[in-house]
Every structure is written in C-alpha cells, then in structure tokens.
C-alpha cells in the first residue's frame, strides 16, 4: 500500500496530478483543493495517499494533509459515498468544515458539494456523527494529559481534536486558554480561545 508519495509535479489536470517520483510518473487524483495548495509543474511536493480498486478500476488518490486523507476515508465509508464524491466534497469545504457540518447536522452545507443531494448529506452528517464523536472521545494514547477537569473543558478539547488539531497540541491550547478565561467561561468562548492559542 503506497501511504505517502514525493516527488516532483510534472502535469496538472483539472481532478489530478502526475507526480514523478525517481523517474516513475504516478498519476494522482485530488480535490481541487489540494491541486492548489500542493504547488506548480515543476515544484517539489509530497502527497498523501489513499489506493482505490474497485472490480473496474484501480486509482491513487491524493491529499494535501493527513487529516484530509482521514476525512477521505471516513466519507467513503458512507453507503452511496464513492471516491468521486468525497473528493468533490473536500473540494467544496475544508476538513474543518466538513467537522462542523456533521457536529451540527448541517447538511446544506454539505450539498455545497457537486454531486451531493439533500438526502445524501442527510445520511453522510448522520453516519458520521456517531464515527466522528467515537475518534473524538477516544482515550488520547500518548498525547499528554487532557487539560480538562471541567466539562467545558473536556468539550472545547473534544470541538478542537474533531478539527484536526493533535491531542497534545488540543489539550495544551485548551489548557491556555482555560487558565485565561477563568471559571464560567462559556464552552464557545472557550474554543475561540484555544484556537487563537493553538494558532500561535
């Protein structure tokens, strides 16, 4: 299984790229996100990859970021949900986004993306719901401590690894802003806190 390609960009296509790594041209499909965050022909760039095969067909599909390729495959796992249409869905909205989204169950701004209706947005912010809150409240192997004693705490932690951020780096960046905003701090003004922390 090929995880993670770098090389050199060699063509750009409107849904891939061609990148050559030591003389091997490997042709990678992408959102059209990560075609414009990777670089130009000629650039150097490193892309994380998933393999699809199907009974038909076998393809490379690339990402700009690790969260990204995670979203990919959670996205995939959703019946109706093929590789075509995840990747149009992290053209039309960041991982982040696409966090949101399923947190509230906002499924128009899931059917932003081209080739997804209501009722497919509906079932992708449902199914995901409960996968995205199982690796949410997963215990963090490694990561440090939780920074949290209170609840809101422990929630603004949960909203912050849910958009892509490290354990550690979650828990720290909650940690600052906790010890900032004191006791009573609300759980959104929390979060806009350790963001503005975990930006720095």
Do not use: C
């Not at 128009?108 to 949410?136: F, H």
């Not at 939780?146 to 909203?159: G, H, P, T």
């Not at 009573?184 to 979060?191: I, S, Y």
Request: charged share 20%.
């Amino acid at each position: 299984m090929i995880a993670k390609l770098t090389g050199t960009i060699d063509e750009i296509g409107t849904d891939n790229i061609v990148l050559d790594v030591q003389g091997v041209g490997y042709l990678v499909f992408a959102s059209s996100r990560t075609i414009g965050a990777i670089g130009g022909v000629g650039d150097g760039a490193t892309i994380y990859t998933e393999m699809q095969v199907s009974e038909t067909d076998m393809r490379l599909m690339g990402f700009a970021s690790g969260s990204e390729r995670d979203w990919f495959r959670l996205l995939i796992s959703v019946q109706g949900v093929g590789g075509k249409v995840a990747l149009a869905i992290l053209s039309a909205l960041e991982p982040g986004e696409i966090s949101r989204a399923v947190a509230t169950g906002d499924k128009a701004m899931v059917s932003r993306a081209n080739g997804v209706g209501p009722k497919l947005a509906l079932r992708i912010v449902n199914e995901l719901k409960d996968k995205v809150g199982g690796i949410a409240t997963d215990p963090i192997a490694g990561g440090g401590t939780v920074a949290a004693a209170s609840s809101n705490s422990a929630d603004a932690v949960s909203a912050l690894l849910n958009l892509g951020f490290k354990p550690a780096d979650a828990s720290a960046a909650v940690a600052a802003a906790d010890a900032e905003a004191g006791e009573g701090a609300t759980l959104d003004a929390l979060v806009r806190l350790a963001l503005k922390k975990a930006a720095k």
